[in-house]
């Protein structure tokens, strides 16, 4: 899609809004064409060309109407402009973010955190400053013609002598379009480069401590800069220059009128007065000129942003598509109310089957050939059944689990609920039918009890149960406010295990059909572990499909699957295990051994 075609999406969003913006910027710009008449006519009153009965009293009062005027057409003018840009804006970043979250979820953002918040912050407001310099041109454009007819009735030949240089202008704006572009998108690269960096340290900071590589990082941050400025100089240089060079025409402009006008004075055709108001409309067209050569500069660099947001939000026509679509944004009255997801009768669990499911990571340097694929991957879960993966570090069982759920795209395979194949995974299996606890699970800065609702009524969510399942009941009298607690960034004010435990407990509070945990337990202590899962199977039906090497959970399996590299090995009971499968019997024995805390988080990541 055509960055023009982009432009005319957005401004259909809010035609009315819009126009209104166009109109009061047009009023604006042709008050000042007034005030620039009304020095014409003051010039004329001194010198004695003014028409008859025009004074220099009836002259000051012009000036003060226009103005007031102009004040007035100001005030009205940028409490629109306010309003369609804040609309503009509001839209782009929620199209954004809604883009985020319809993508298969463990691959929702490309890049890392940082560059994602660079696009929404940066990239969104140069699109919307491009609407804002669209509405510029074309009131511009008015106080030109307007301009043009006033200057060519008093004199066309000096009209003429003043325009073609300016139109000169346009012609380099072209021919230096294309590397204004080349340098915007290396800046931006850049940019993002460094943003990422500085995100991600700050995530792992404790990483970094154990690894000692505070100074290495440092360095390393400083290369990303050194290079971001030389992108940055280059683009600034290169656009300031140009924007000079623009401005500076009107001064060219000026002395070109004095030339051409100095018969036309002394013959007297041409008054002090027209004189002042060629000056005066020089400068206007010199402004619209120049603007016009930024607003080139800016479509180049738009043009970078929407590719950037593209990306963000998917490939192709399709992810522009979603970026400028037009959707409620709520920005008066009362939000609408959050959709409670109700239970269906197709929506209770009698078996889950998944047959030949097959994934590969995407190919890369290091990778050439994929760096894991999950191949041919077939069981059942019945209602009521309590089944494990478990499998060696880097077996897969985490990427099985985003294939099944759909936060990874399967690439063969089927998946049925009930006997009845499952066409969007990423949508199904939510609450009520699914709900899933990652390895490292995602707590934000507010209370405990807002984490565990995360946006549900409190109504319709049984939130005493739900701690008391996930046994977290024991730690709310240690915690300050109990429920009320504000956890901090991540759950940081919270350990490990009282963090996997709140995730738990989000699970609990929506009752799913079919609870899926990645290695829920691996925080916990064996006692809190097993009275968790005596809670969990309280609910006669509760169904559960659990990634772990605990030996509670492995004893309490109906069904244990064993991962290797990517497969199933096997699949049976523990003693059935135990007798026919020399993988499992080597996990059981801890040749295998468990992973350290440290190690846990090395194994999220190869696992996915």
């Not at 269906?344 to 990571?361: I, Q, T």
């Not at 006997?419 to 899933?436: K, Q, T």
Request: hydrophobic share 45%.
């Amino acid at each position: 899609m055509k960055i023009r075609s982009i432009i005319w999406r957005l401004i259909r969003y809010r035609p009315g809004l819009y126009a209104a913006d166009v109109g009061a910027w047009i009023a604006i710009l042709l008050f000042e064409l007034g005030a620039g008449y009304v020095a014409k006519l003051f010039f004329d009153v001194i010198t004695g060309d003014a028409p008859a009965g025009l004074t220099v009293w009836s002259v000051v009062a012009l000036v003060m109407a226009a103005g007031l005027a102009r004040i007035v057409s100001i005030l009205v003018g940028a409490l629109i402009d306010i309003r369609h840009r804040f609309t503009m804006e509001t839209l782009l970043r929620r199209n954004l973010l809604e883009g985020i979250l319809k993508k298969p979820g463990a691959r929702s953002v490309p890049g890392s955190t940082g560059e994602a918040l660079n696009t929404f912050r940066d990239d969104v407001l140069v699109v919307e400053d491009l609407l804002s310099w669209l509405i510029d041109q074309l009131a511009l454009a008015s106080y030109a013609a307007v301009a043009l007819i006033i200057l060519i009735r008093i004199d066309a030949r000096i009209t003429a002598i003043v325009v073609v240089p300016l139109l000169s202008v346009v012609v380099a704006a072209r021919a230096v379009s294309k590397y204004i572009r080349r340098f915007r998108e290396a800046s931006r690269r850049a940019t993002e480069k460094v943003t990422g960096a500085i995100g991600e340290a700050m995530e792992g900071v404790q990483a970094i401590q154990l690894a000692g590589a505070e100074e290495d990082i440092v360095e390393h941050v400083e290369v990303l800069n050194r290079e971001r400025l030389r992108t940055t100089v280059k683009d600034r240089l290169l656009s300031q220059s140009f924007h000079s060079f623009f401005w500076n025409a009107a001064t060219l402009c000026t002395g070109l009128i004095l030339l051409a006008a100095a018969d036309g004075i002394r013959a007297g055709t041409f008054t002090v007065g027209d004189f002042a108001l060629f000056v005066t409309y020089v400068g206007v067209l010199a402004e619209v000129i120049a603007a016009f050569g930024d607003f080139m500069i800016h479509l180049k660099q738009a043009g970078v942003s929407v590719s950037r947001m593209r990306n963000l939000v998917g490939s192709g026509d399709g992810g522009v598509e979603q970026v400028v679509a037009h959707r409620p944004i709520h920005l008066r009255g009362d939000l609408p109310d959050v959709a409670t997801p109700t239970r269906g009768p197709g929506d209770r669990l009698h078996s889950l089957r998944v047959r030949d499911l097959a994934y590969r990571w995407p190919e890369d340097e290091e990778h050439p050939g994929g760096p894991f694929s999950l191949d041919d991957i077939g069981f059942e879960v019945r209602q009521g059944e309590f089944v494990v993966i478990t499998g060696r570090i880097g077996s897969g069982k985490t990427t099985l689990l985003r294939a099944l759920l759909g936060l990874l795209p399967s690439e063969d395979g089927s998946i049925e609920w009930n006997g009845i194949r499952v066409e969007d995974p990423a949508n199904f299996f939510v609450p009520p039918r699914c709900a899933y606890t990652p390895q490292v699970p995602q707590l934000f800065s507010q209370s405990l009890r807002e984490n565990i609702l995360m946006g549900r009524a409190e109504e319709g969510a049984n939130v005493d149960r739900a701690v008391r399942t996930a046994v977290l009941d024991q730690d709310l009298d240690q915690l300050q406010a109990g429920l009320d607690t504000v956890v901090g960034a991540k759950g940081v004010k919270l350990s490990g295990g009282q963090r996997q435990r709140t995730a738990a407990a989000r699970m609990f509070a929506r009752e799913p059909e079919l609870l899926v945990f990645d290695d829920l337990s691996s925080a916990l202590d064996v006692e809190t572990e097993r009275a968790l899962w005596e809670r969990v199977f309280e609910r006669e039906d509760a169904t559960c499909l659990v990634v772990s090497h605990r030996r509670p959970a492995l004893r309490r399996a109906d069904r244990i699957i064993v991962l290797t590299n990517g497969r199933i090995d096997a699949v049976g009971t523990h003693d059935e295990l135990l007798d026919a499968c020399d993988e499992y019997t080597r996990l059981w024995s801890g040749e295998w051994s468990a992973p350290t805390a440290i190690e846990a988080g090395k194994r999220s990541q190869m696992d996915s």
